[in-house]
């Protein structure tokens, strides 16, 4: 089982749609959680931590599920700006403990 | 202004050959980073280091060596390449405030060796 698993996609939604990503983690010791937001061809950015209690920035909601050892993220009113490959991060204790996911592709369409 | 810099953006060289990848930060953080992306997209850490540790994680290769001058840079020197070198390095450091954790990542380099 990886590390950090990911649905590859790729989502393709228009715009204005409600569209889910989930993400499951092995080790349950992991300590922080996040999503970023890679571009083709482009940088890792972060798009939002993962709080226990969940949160919400925006359109975004992210969620975290200890017992099932899951994160997912919501993005609601979809943009064609949110195309993307969005990765899940799981983080333990130390400085390089941190794994990715391979990313879900989301391709918003007009 | 870029926060995470890195050079070069490309690097084409030949198996055998030893070549640094640059990466300065201004953002005053203590804790850099050194990434690999491969072709299938993974990206796995390779280094992290601060004024008073460098964690190597054990699956990278010794002719891999990240250098630190200053708190600001941290190069990463690669020996003798081999045609499974040829990826996207990222270099990244670390904000911490008040327990959150965030890195910020710089454009990469994109490293072929033919």
């Known amino acids: 089982r990886k590390e950090v698993e990911q649905d590859p996609g790729p989502f393709n939604v228009p715009e204005g749609a409600t569209v889910a990503f989930n993400c499951t983690y092995s080790?349950?010791?992991?300590?922080?959680f996040f999503w970023y937001r890679q571009d083709c061809r482009k940088e890792p950015k972060l798009l939002m931590s993962?709080?226990?209690s969940g949160n919400e920035d925006g359109r975004f909601t992210a969620q975290l599920n200890r017992a099932s050892q899951y994160i997912s993220l919501l993005i609601r009113d979809s943009k064609l700006s949110d195309s993307a490959t969005y990765l899940c991060?799981?983080?333990?204790?130390?400085?390089?403990?941190?794994?990715f996911g391979a990313g879900t592709r989301l391709t918003v369409k007009p | 202004d870029t926060a995470v810099s890195q050079t070069p953006k490309y690097l084409v060289t030949q198996m055998g050959n030893d070549k640094s990848i640059k990466c300065e930060q201004n953002l005053g953080h203590d804790t850099m980073y050194w990434y690999k992306q491969d072709s299938k997209k993974f990206l796995k850490i390779m280094f992290s280091y601060n004024n008073k540790e460098l964690i190597i994680n054990e699956t990278v290769p010794n002719r891999f060596s990240p250098k630190s001058p200053d708190k600001a840079h941290l190069n990463l020197h690669i020996n003798s390449l081999e045609l499974g070198d040829s990826a996207v390095y990222f270099c990244?450091?670390?904000?911490?405030?008040?327990?959150?954790?965030?890195?910020?990542f710089g454009p990469g380099t994109r490293l072929t060796v033919t």
């Open positions: 991060v799981v983080k333990g204790y130390n400085n390089n403990d941190m794994r």
């Open positions: 990244a450091s670390r904000k911490r405030t008040g327990g959150r954790f965030e890195q910020y």
């Open positions: 080790n349950s010791a992991s300590q922080s």
């Open positions: 993962v709080y226990s």
